[in-house]
């Protein structure tokens, strides 16, 4: 069943064209309802604002709300404009809160959320948060959009990596609708890895190919001897000239800290094109 609502983040800090185009041409696709999410830049991230008071600070809080007005305009007239030109239904909200959870809860109410690219950083920015909350804590399916990604260009070719895991059963089940739509499909399979688990039969992944060509996907199956996940991926990604790498998401997150495994960080951290990921 295809979502028939798709929620995306835009910031203000950061460049938004491309996800947005990417996001209204999947609704327009899907004839699905696009919610657009503006995160205006907190009052606190911006210099000097902790050392201000008094008349100074009520003069501080006033350009504040003007700024933030100003691009929130600028931004809703592209997104308004993107969708009259698709004719597809769409909704506006503006999210001026910091908190985790508000910001996942509007992924919940969605069938799909685009976020920015996963970025390590030791002081992470609110788009560096936004990505890990709403993979790790919204319960939907996300996908990862490099600023610089051309809009057009995804789920065509699509690379697929699998284990066999809970998590990468959830990540094939919500990019079916991509699968499905796909011109080629590549699922790989990384045996052997140092240190992990995974021993590959000959047919290893065999079963998951039976079951994408039942839903019309036309799939071929790759299986790698050795070497470590993440760049295995990456790499097979690039040799596939994939524009969608599809894969589940091994972490854990407490809203302010993120742990992840190393193949989850490699690609989350690394890709250069669209990730689809799910946890």
């Known amino acids: 069943m295809l979502p028939k609502d798709i929620v995306v983040f835009l910031e203000e800090a950061r460049p938004y064209d491309r996800r947005l185009a990417i996001a209204a041409d999947i609704a327009a696709c899907w004839n699905a309802c696009l919610i657009a999410v503006f995160v205006a830049t907190p009052l606190r991230a911006m210099p000097h604002a902790h050392s201000v008071a008094g008349p100074a600070m009520r003069a501080l809080l006033e350009q504040h709300r003007v700024r933030v007005r100003d691009a929130e305009a600028q931004v809703r007239e592209r997104f308004e404009t993107m969708v009259r030109a698709r004719g597809i239904s769409a909704e506006w909200r503006l999210s001026e809160s910091e908190l985790a959870e508000e910001l996942m809860l509007h992924a919940r109410y969605a ?65 079916l609708p991509f699968l499905a739509q796909a011109e080629a499909v590549k699922v790989v399979c990384v045996c052997d890895e140092p240190d992990g688990e995974l021993e590959c039969r000959e047919d290893f992944g065999a079963d998951l190919c039976r079951h994408l060509a039942r839903y019309g996907v036309q799939v071929t199956l790759e299986q790698v001897d050795g070497g470590k996940v993440g760049p295995v991926l990456l790499e097979q990604a690039r040799a596939f000239n994939a524009d969608m790498l599809v894969m589940g998401a091994y972490g854990h997150t407490r809203l302010t800290r993120l742990v992840l495994g190393s193949a989850t960080r490699t690609v989350l951290c690394q890709a250069s094109i669209p990730v689809l990921v799910s946890r």
């Open 111 to 175: 069938g799909l959320a685009l976020v920015p690219p996963f970025e390590s950083s030791p002081e992470p920015s609110m788009t560096v948060r936004m990505a890990e909350h709403v993979i790790f804590g919204s319960g939907r399916p996300t996908i990862l959009i490099p600023d610089e990604w051309a809009a057009g260009r995804i789920g065509r070719r699509v690379v697929v990596g699998w284990n066999a895991s809970r998590e990468a059963t959830r990540a094939v089940g919500d990019a």
